[in-house]
């Protein structure tokens, strides 16, 4: 590991605090506040008078009755009715799907969601997910680690703290390096990440702030979502496989081309900047600032 720079320090806790108003990622345990809804019942509009609405992209943030909303990447969020015809699937494989009941619908599931709108109401038609992130959202949800109460109290704790970031530091980062074009770790960098989190562990409250980059080959649209995919592929091994808490780790950022390591001009240097960092935040107090 190594001590971060100025610069990069500054990006990184900017990013944190753009990511705090969103909470931490997937914390299932958590108690949700009540959702914030102009309509005064459960019972959509006749969809006879309905037309096609957004496509909604975001993570179930809240639930309530027949009531769901979703928070977007922006942190903007979006309240959809489900009725008994909302076709909720899951994807196994490339052309395999799954038909899910409503209960399937857990706080922290990624989502996309097809709608339809009407007297000021969206109605859910279809909603997907993903079979893997319903295995992990169950996982948190039963409190495989620890227990339901002990889970959302320290997950509070958690987000209460992070409301002052200026009480944080970066105490270290490491970086993990990709292939060009790809999102898959190799052998190293998953050695490393479990490292990196060993060591974390140690540290009393420390968080992981995971941020992904690419170097210049590619649109910026490209870069974009790669850099995404790859601190999506960090989080679920740190997850997964280094059984690192998910409500230690802040929303994943894809930063794309900024903030280079080197010179984006020489095969050496892309190579130092297709990464992703996972940097570890400790309180001041606990540092002993």
């Keep these: 590991m190594r001590r971060i720079s100025n610069s990069s320090r ?14 931490v990622a997937i914390a299932q345990g958590a108690a949700q506040p009540p959702l914030a809804v102009d309509v005064t019942d459960d019972s959509p509009a006749d969809k006879s008078a309905m ?3 957004p496509n909604i992209v975001g993570i179930i943030s809240a639930r309530s009755g027949s009531k769901m909303q979703i928070t977007a990447a922006d942190g903007s969020k979006t309240v959809v009715m489900i009725d008994d015809a909302t076709r909720i699937t899951a994807t196994k494989g490339l052309f395999s799907r799954d038909k899910l009941a409503a209960n399937s619908l857990l706080n922290g599931l990624p989502v996309t969601v097809k709608t339809l709108q009407g007297s000021g109401t ?3 038609s279809q909603i997907k ?3 893997k992130d319903l295995k992990t959202a169950r996982m948190i949800q039963s409190g495989t680690d620890q227990g339901f109460a002990e889970q959302t109290a320290a997950t509070d704790a ?3 703290r992070m409301g002052d970031i200026d009480q944080y530091s970066i105490k270290s980062t490491t970086n993990v390096n990709f292939a060009t074009g790809k999102a898959v770790i190799s052998a190293q960098g ?3 990440l479990c490292a990196a989190a060993t060591a974390a562990e140690s540290q009393e409250n420390a968080l992981l702030l995971v941020v992904g980059y690419t170097d210049s080959t590619g649109s910026d649209e490209f870069n974009q979502v790669l850099s995404e995919k790859r601190a999506k592929s960090v989080i679920n091994y740190l997850q ?5 808490k998910p409500y230690r780790v802040l929303t994943p950022t894809g930063m794309a081309e900024a903030d280079p390591l080197a010179d984006n001009s020489t095969e ?17 107090a606990v540092d002993g600032f």
Aim: charge should be positive.
């Design 190 to 192: 998953k050695s490393d």
């Design 158 to 160: 958690l987000r209460s």
């Design 10 to 23: 500054l990006l990184a806790l900017s990013l944190v605090l753009a990511g705090a108003g969103s909470g």
């Design 51 to 53: 037309t096609a609405g």
């Design 240 to 244: 997964q496989a280094c059984h690192w």
């Design 129 to 131: 997910l993903t079979g």
């Design 122 to 124: 969206l109605l859910a």
């Design 268 to 284: 050496e240097g892309k190579a130092q900047n297709r990464r992703v960092a996972v940097n570890v935040l400790v309180s001041k």
